[in-house]
């Protein structure tokens, strides 16, 4: 499914970098959602935004920092950050940020912190 | 707060035999239901949702589930497993406002 593409695909950096995550949607969808998943645990909601507005930032450490031009884009910027970080980053969307709306994810970004 | 269960970490199913995966949710209100499989190196892909009505739910790629309000549980099955089933699914369950939580896993493993 290339509804939701994400780039890139993988990404290693030092914890002095300061690099970025990109998604974009083509569903027409107006939520879109980061998500951080770490080996053997849950999925994790990261931050959540409506029609380009931060709905939702879940305690997230501000070495992450999201951005959202528009309703098909979302970005996750990056600085400063520690090994724990390393994970698989994912990125969905849905049509209305409702619990009943299915979300539809990309295929990733496997971030490893040096 | 709405929670995800799923006991079973690990499964190790013949190819051509059932497979069922456990899920256990715990929700207050009226749930909504999604499995999601991942295979490796991809992103989440939605299976099957369930919202209200019949309780047998028909998915994509030969699933099912049904849910049980009764047990509070949401099994995926699937009567005849291929190879390329072998992937790790998630069972989550979705609130009134946005949130969507999920359970922690099943690993499915395929044998000849």
């Known amino acids: 499914e290339t509804g939701v593409t994400q780039t890139p695909r993988h990404l290693v950096m030092g914890m002095t970098n300061k690099k970025s995550l990109k998604c974009e949607q083509h569903?027409?969808?107006?939520?879109m959602y980061w998500y951080k998943q770490s080996a053997k645990k849950p999925l994790e909601l990261m931050f959540v935004y409506n029609f380009k507005e931060q709905t939702e930032n879940n305690s997230v450490p501000s070495r992450f920092s999201p951005e959202c031009p528009n309703s098909s884009h979302l970005f996750l910027h990056l600085h400063t950050l520690q090994p724990e970080d390393s994970a698989l980053y994912l990125c969905a969307s849905s049509q209305e940020r409702r619990g009943y709306q299915p979300q539809h994810f990309g295929d990733g970004t496997r971030l490893s912190i040096l | 707060a709405q929670s995800v269960t799923q006991p079973d970490i690990h499964i190790t199913v013949s190819e051509g035999a059932s497979l069922e995966l456990r899920c256990n949710y715990s929700?207050?209100?009226?749930?909504?239901l999604f499995w999601y499989v991942q295979s490796p190196g991809q992103g989440l892909q939605l299976l099957l949702k369930y919202f209200s009505g019949d309780t047998l739910v028909q998915g994509i790629k030969g699933f099912e589930a049904e849910f049980k309000r009764s047990q509070s549980s949401f099994n995926l099955r699937k009567p005849s497993v291929h190879w390329s089933d072998a992937a790790e699914y998630f069972c989550a369950v979705g609130s009134n406002d946005y949130k969507l939580s999920f359970g922690a896993g099943t690993t499915v493993t395929v044998r000849a």
């Open positions: 929700y207050g209100a009226t749930p909504y």
């Open positions: 569903l027409g969808h107006n939520a």
